[in-house]
């Protein structure tokens, strides 16, 4: 039923800044939690951040400060904006979508095929 299209991506210069979306279809975002995941070259998966149904987000670490989550339920559309970008940044980027998602971890998760975000100069 849902599905998830991340767009966006693309090669920018560190320090420039980014925008990604996460079009959903099938099935209304509104009590969905979405959390964006990136995977860089030879390495493993991580979670970059989630933003629950009511709005409220958590980050990594690692982007703490640069990128920022919302969501556009009308649009059925969430975004993560990326500032400050760095060349440890560079990923595919994916977006998932499931209840509860933001707190809890299970089997029934929508992900989408994911955008690619290369920082270099």
């Known amino acids: 039923q849902l599905q998830l299209v991340e767009s966006g991506g693309g090669l920018v210069q560190p320090g420039e800044s980014l925008t990604l979306s996460c079009a959903a279809s099938?099935?209304?975002?509104?009590?969905?939690?979405i959390a964006w995941f990136r995977q860089a070259p030879g390495k493993e998966r991580e979670a970059v951040s989630c933003i629950n149904d009511r709005g409220s987000s958590k980050y990594d670490n690692s982007v703490k400060g640069r990128f920022t989550v919302s969501r556009d339920n009308a649009k059925n559309t969430v975004h993560l904006q990326m500032n400050n970008l760095k060349p440890e940044d560079t990923a595919v980027y994916y977006c998932a979508a499931a209840l509860s998602l933001c707190d809890y971890s299970g089997p029934s998760i929508s992900w989408g095929k994911g955008t690619l975000v290369t920082v270099s100069s």
């Open positions: 099938g099935v209304t975002l509104d009590y969905y939690d």
